[in-house]
């Protein structure tokens, strides 16, 4: 058969010449950064006070461990009432039909709260978090929530999602970043159990900071945030964007977030994820493209639809002989392996089991790169100025004091 243009067949085709996007960096000093800065706009409704945040630390639990090196109290509702109160606690707390077992004891209810005094960390499986846990039933699970202030959450997201020993101007950046993330999710999410989880679903949360340079980035742009229109924009981000950022409208088909347009970027090159390479067999592909209602025995052919200018797919046609079907880029990386399929900026080549994916960056490419981040830094950058390259249709706002 004739196949359409742009199609790779699963056989064996001579291999491409493969050119990197970007080459290495010799020893001399990068020139200084001089870009614009993001300029100070107002918040439509600004927040009395410093929020909190409840962050899902652990969900569809049977069973958890939890203590407290220190006076705390444990509670349970509705309508809440004390059941402990103890210098030194350790728990062990699972779901049962009518509420919770604590320590072997039943408990009729549908929330726990764990409340340390004296700002004493709290100990999760091993790991200790700041503020206060909310325990509840979640199906025939527990959910285990992490409520405390914002800007303590901050430290524990910025300490996990961005090297402390980067750039103190890259790390701000970070913060803002996160902030602005944190607080969308707050405002969209108020009739929900929680509004972050701590996974790289929403941000990945290490709990407990202990490095000062990131509690000082943090500290340096208290209340911060990225605003458009005067309301709260979500701040996306991502590891590493391989050259070019992505449309937030274009990759989660957020059209109200059209604003959030993909820029080129010529400061990550030194990621180590600025180009990678993978090989896909012809089983794996059709295991992983496999759902209720559509078996994929077999692969014969990828086609890349509507590559945009940033290098990015909208969609992969997928030939299996005798059918063909078409797979969003998000649900393609997802099939395969975020962490295995890094980004939807890559080319495609045939090989002998299957295809080779030659890919660049790392992440969804909408918003900040953060190795880009890093590189601006590394020029003299200023946090502002990072934020205008990846967020130009922003303004930075005071959301609280």
């Known amino acids: 058969m004739t196949w359409p243009q ?3 067949r699963s056989r064996r085709l001579p291999i491409l010449l493969w050119i990197p996007l970007f080459a290495p960096m010799n020893g001399c000093r990068p020139p200084a950064y001089t870009g614009p800065s993001l300029r100070h706009g107002k918040i439509e409704r600004k927040l009395e006070a410093e929020p ?8 569809d639990r049977k069973q958890t461990d939890m203590g407290c090196a220190g006076p705390c109290e444990v509670w349970a509702g509705p309508p809440g009432r004390a059941l402990y109160e103890a210098k030194d606690l350790s728990l062990e707390l699972s779901v049962t039909e009518a509420g919770f077992t604590v320590n072997g004891r039943p408990v ?19 790991k200790e978090y700041p503020g206060e846990m909310h325990v509840t039933r979640q199906g025939a699970g527990l959910t285990v929530v992490n409520v405390l202030p914002a800007e303590r959450y901050l430290g524990g997201v910025v300490a996990k999602e961005m090297r402390p020993s980067w750039p103190a101007e890259a790390l701000k950046a970070q913060a803002v970043a996160a902030r602005s ?10 009739d929900k159990p929680y509004d972050v989880v701590a996974t790289s679903r929403s941000q990945r949360y290490l709990g407990a900071s202990l490095d000062q340079r990131v509690d000082d980035a943090v500290a340096a742009t208290r209340g911060l945030v990225l605003a458009h229109d005067g309301r709260v924009v979500p701040g996306f981000y991502h590891s590493t964007c391989g050259g070019h950022t992505a449309n ?4 989660f088909a957020m059209k109200h977030l059209d604003f959030l347009q993909g820029v080129p970027c010529e400061f990550c090159e030194r990621s180590p994820y600025a180009t990678w390479t993978i090989e896909v067999t012809n089983e794996e592909l059709a295991e992983a493209l496999s759902k209720p209602g559509r078996p994929v025995s077999k692969v014969t052919a990828l086609q890349v639809l509507g590559r945009g200018e940033d290098g990015r797919f909208d969609k992969i046609r997928v030939f299996t002989g005798a059918d063909q079907f078409d797979v969003k880029a998000l649900h393609f990386r997802y099939a395969l392996g975020t962490y295995r399929l890094k980004s939807a900026r890559f080319q495609l080549e045939t090989a002998p089991v299957g295809f080779l994916i030659r890919g660049e960056g790392f992440g969804h490419g909408v918003g900040m790169c953060q190795y880009g981040a890093r590189g601006m830094a590394e020029r003299s950058a200023s946090f502002r100025q990072i934020l205008a390259k990846y967020y130009a249709k ?3 706002a005071a959301l609280y004091d």
């Open 6 to 8: 742009g199609v790779f």
């Open 52 to 59: 909190s945040v409840r962050v899902a630390v652990a969900r």
């Open 108 to 126: 009729e209810g549908e929330w726990l709260a764990v409340r340390p005094r004296q700002g004493i960390p709290l100990r999760l499986n091993d």
């Open 181 to 190: 993330y944190a607080m969308y999710q707050i405002r969209l999410r108020q």
């Open 248 to 251: 937030a409208a274009k990759v």
């Open 394 to 396: 922003t303004e930075l």
